[in-house]
């Protein structure tokens, strides 16, 4: 187990054995204005779940998380996060819960160990010193510990940024696209902490944009227009698609890509390696046979993923109908 994981199992254990979410709150909204961004949110989460908050830009997401951190308050809705109240207690869940914005949010003239303990003062943290030095060896961050932060290349911000989100060992872990513009090795670390926190017995929700990213949570909350219109295990998510997922197979199968679109029922179609991926009405698969004949492909049945979930969204039937 990583050891600042280790270090945030300590604060998690109580609420590991408990019968309590960490997160529960219903029908929870928010506007500006005459805007709304945040329409009746409902959310259970519990000690080592990972939860991924998937949908387009504007969907709700952040919104909902920041809302979750304390930070925003919720217009209407109620519910606890960390046994606190939403509405009343904003101010003890911000002291306990990591949160990480998709923003740096780093003093670019700090250190690395001045960013790391202006945070734990922030938290009132006992011996500061010893989790601070802790962090800075748990993520590799010893040779730039008296570097101001912002001459760090945007991967080690990221994992400074993260460092600070966790030095007072939180429950709850919420990250705002903790990966972004992250290389394949780096995003890999920073789920392996992840997974490292939930395996210790702290809930973590990810919002993120990558849906290969979104099928390792445990559990995932699809938003669209400000509402979760689908929640569940990626592959329950993907088990519910009203649409058939086909595969097209041949020579230059991925120039095809806009013109089976124009195929009556076909939703999306996207390149996976060397097939085309379509996703359509079911109905339309005598249709696509002909569309596969005509340019010397063929055509397969395939089992659907989160992605294609997503993009079946808009069909017109709509999730879970027939």
Not at 139 to 163: D, I, K, M, T
Request: charge should be neutral; aromatic fraction near 6%.
């Amino acid at each position: 187990m990583p050891d600042l994981a280790r270090m945030c199992s300590a604060s998690a254990a109580t609420l590991r054995c408990a019968r309590d979410p960490l997160v529960a709150v219903k029908n929870i909204s928010k506007s500006y204005g005459r805007t709304t961004a945040v329409a009746g949110v409902t959310l259970s989460l519990w000690a080592g779940d990972i939860w991924g908050f998937v949908g387009a830009n504007g969907a709700g997401k952040t919104t909902t998380l920041r809302m979750l951190a304390g930070i925003l308050r919720p217009d209407g809705g109620a519910g606890h996060v960390l046994g606190f109240d939403l509405q009343r207690d904003a101010a003890k869940i911000r002291e306990r819960v990591g949160y990480m914005s998709q923003r740096l949010s780093l003093y670019a003239e700090l250190s690395v160990f001045e960013n790391l303990r202006f945070r734990a003062e922030v938290y009132g943290l006992t011996n500061p010193r010893a989790k601070i030095e802790a962090a800075i060896l748990e993520f590799g961050l010893v040779p730039w510990a008296h570097s101001p932060a912002g001459s760090l290349s945007g991967g080690w911000a990221r994992r400074l940024q993260l460092a600070a989100s966790l030095v007072h060992s939180p429950g709850l872990v919420l990250l705002d696209e903790p990966a972004a513009g992250l290389d394949a090795a780096a995003r890999q670390e920073v789920w392996r902490r992840v997974e490292g926190l939930a395996a210790a017995g702290a809930g973590v929700i990810v919002c993120t944009h990558d849906l290969l990213e979104a099928e390792r949570c445990s559990q995932t909350a699809f938003f669209a227009e400000g509402q979760v219109v689908a929640t569940g295990s990626p592959a329950e998510i993907a088990a519910a698609l009203p649409a058939a997922v086909f595969e097209l197979s041949g020579t230059a199968v991925r120039l095809l890509a806009t013109d089976v679109t124009t195929v009556a029922g076909v939703v999306a179609s996207y390149p996976q390696g060397e097939v085309l991926r379509v996703v359509a009405d079911p109905v339309a698969e005598l249709d696509l046979r002909r569309f596969a004949a005509m340019n010397s492909a063929s055509l397969a049945r395939a089992g659907a993923r989160l992605e294609d979930a997503i993009l079946g969204w808009s069909l017109p039937m709509g999730w879970g109908q027939t």
